[in-house]
């Protein structure tokens, strides 16, 4: 595994929370890769590919769905 795949991987499985264990810049990399994870997944789910997402309008429920979805975390 690269350097750039390895740490991504560590990005994804960190914690992040308020436990004052993590700071800064990690945090946001961490939040970022939970949430490009989740898009990945959700896209996945519903079968969609990245041209497709471009492609729907901003209402369209899946949109909206992968939206709250982030919102949540």
């Known amino acids: 595994m ?3 795949a ?3 991987e560590l ?3 960190m914690e992040v929370g ?3 264990r993590h700071f800064g810049q990690e ?3 961490a939040l970022e890769a939970r949430a490009e994870r989740m898009t990945r997944e959700g896209m ?3 079968g969609l590919c990245e041209e497709d997402l471009a492609k ?3 209402g369209d429920k899946r949109n909206v769905m992968l939206a709250a979805e982030l919102r949540a975390i």
């Open 2 to 4: 690269g350097d750039s």
């Open 6 to 8: 390895f740490r991504q």
């Open 11 to 13: 990005l994804e499985q």
């Open 18 to 20: 308020t436990s004052g």
């Open 27 to 29: 945090v946001v990399e």
């Open 44 to 46: 996945e789910k519903m």
């Open 56 to 58: 729907t309008p901003k």
